[in-house]
């Protein structure tokens, strides 16, 4: 069975936490979006009984289902990338839900009042906004993830194995990095057991080539990950 992934085609954006574990299993699966192109994306969150409301979703036979979250909560033990144990399932969408929450501060920073219109027509407020995300909010999110890997004792995030959590932080880190690198930089400096997470998931010889293909869109923007320099703190 070939999965099928819809996404903008020019953007990583949250289609690429599910392109990572889709990657890092070998998994068969389309792009489908980078074929058929953004109209076809969004007609097709509008037919059958269990619409998406927002890419990425995931088809899988008759299956829809959207939210990362979710798309990730199910592909998680079909690729093997999640406990076996129900308790160690929910850690791990509970780590992958909160990594998300810091994505979504991360987009509000460049829209942080008016998500349909553009950066330039609200930097004062993404200024604001920013300050208070680079100074506090990246340190105290890194912060949490530094205190799960380290309490683990196993460089991972939820248990013994890697988990399609520590995929998405290693994306985290990587869009952080491009979009604040001096604020990311100094957080990082502060939480080596991420950094060293985000540096094995780098290696992971599936990751690794994956980065290298051009199946890897760079960061732009147009994603969620932007680099204003402006936004980047002191
Ligand atoms: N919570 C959803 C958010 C989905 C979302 O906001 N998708 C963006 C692209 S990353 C989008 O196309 N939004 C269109 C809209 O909200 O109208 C998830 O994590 O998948």
Same mark, same amino acid.
Do not use: C
């Given at each position: 069975?070939?999965?099928?992934? &819809?996404? $903008? ?5 949250? #289609? ?7 990657? *890092? ?21 509008? #037919?059958?009984? +269990?619409?998406? !409301?927002?890419? /990425? ?15 990730? !909560? ?35 920073? &460049?829209? /942080? ?8 027509? *609200? ?8 300050? #208070? @995300?680079?100074?506090? +909010?990246?340190?105290?999110? @890194?912060? $949490? ?14 248990? /013994? ?12 880190? %990587? #869009?952080? +990095?491009?979009? !604040? ?18 540096? %094995? ?14 199946? +890897? ?7 969620? @990950?932007? &680099?204003? /320099? ?5």
């Amino acid at each position: 069975m070939t999965y099928e992934l &819809h996404y $903008w085609p020019t953007i990583q954006g949250r #289609g690429e936490f599910v392109r990572l574990a889709l990657e *890092q299993a070998g998994a068969p699966y389309v792009d489908v979006a980078r074929k058929t192109g953004a109209k076809a994306l969004m007609a097709g969150l509008r #037919g059958g009984p +269990r619409p998406a !409301f927002a890419p /990425p979703y995931l088809k899988d036979g008759d299956l829809v289902i959207g939210q990362t979250a979710a798309i990730l !909560f199910y592909l998680g033990p079909r690729l093997a990338l999640a406990p076996q144990d129900e308790a160690g399932r929910l850690w791990t969408h509970q780590v992958q839900l909160t990594l998300a929450d810091l994505v979504a501060e991360a987009h509000d920073t &460049h829209h /942080p009042v008016d998500v349909s219109k553009t950066y330039e027509e *609200q930097t004062i407020e993404a200024g604001r906004r920013a300050a #208070g @995300f680079t100074a506090d +909010r990246i340190p105290k999110y @890194f912060g $949490w993830l530094e205190t799960i890997i380290t309490r683990g004792e196993t460089g991972w995030l939820a248990g /013994p194995r890697l988990t399609y959590a520590d995929l998405s932080a290693f994306q985290v880190v %990587e #869009g952080l +990095r491009y979009a !604040f690198p001096r604020a990311t930089g100094r957080a990082l400096a502060a939480t080596p057991a991420l950094a060293t997470l985000a540096s %094995e998931v780098a290696r992971l010889p599936n990751i690794a080539a994956y980065l290298a293909s051009d199946r +890897r869109l760079a960061f732009n923007e147009d994603g969620i @990950f932007r &680099h204003y /320099p402006e936004l980047d703190g002191d």
